[in-house]
């Protein structure tokens, strides 16, 4: 069965840390890009980062810039969302997802979706 499982989300107060985990099976996760993103009661989903087969490329949206990093680690199947700085408008349900292809690119659309964790920051 191909899919991805989120895990680590939770309640922090603003200025906290989590980190979220993202386990792949059933896809060759090692060639996969992987993307993570996130979406709060009434607002629209958005990519928050991705990162390529070989972490060599990654992507963040400008809003988490300098407070959330992805990273992977391909023996474990695993990616990996770092959030530090957490502010309350962080707040959301993360997804990950995994891209038909090996990099970050429009031309690879992400094809398989987690079921979320979800991510509170208090103020």
């Keep these: 069965q191909v899919q991805v499982v989120e895990s680590g989300g939770g309640l922090v107060q603003a200025g906290g840390s989590l980190r979220l985990s993202c386990t792949a099976s059933g896809l060759a996760f090692g ?19 991705c990162i390529s087969w070989h972490s060599f490329t990654t992507y963040y949206t400008d809003s988490v810039k300098g407070r959330f990093t992805i990273s992977r680690d391909n023996a474990k199947n695993t990616a990996y969302l770092q959030m530090n700085s957490l502010k309350p408008e962080d707040t959301a349900m993360y997804f990950c997802a995994a891209r038909a292809g090996s990099r970050c690119s429009p031309e690879y659309n992400y094809v398989i979706w987690g079921q979320g964790t979800q991510v509170t920051v208090s103020s």
């Design 31 to 49: 060639t996969t890009a992987m993307g993570w993103f996130r979406q709060a009661p009434g607002k629209e989903r958005e990519e928050v980062s």
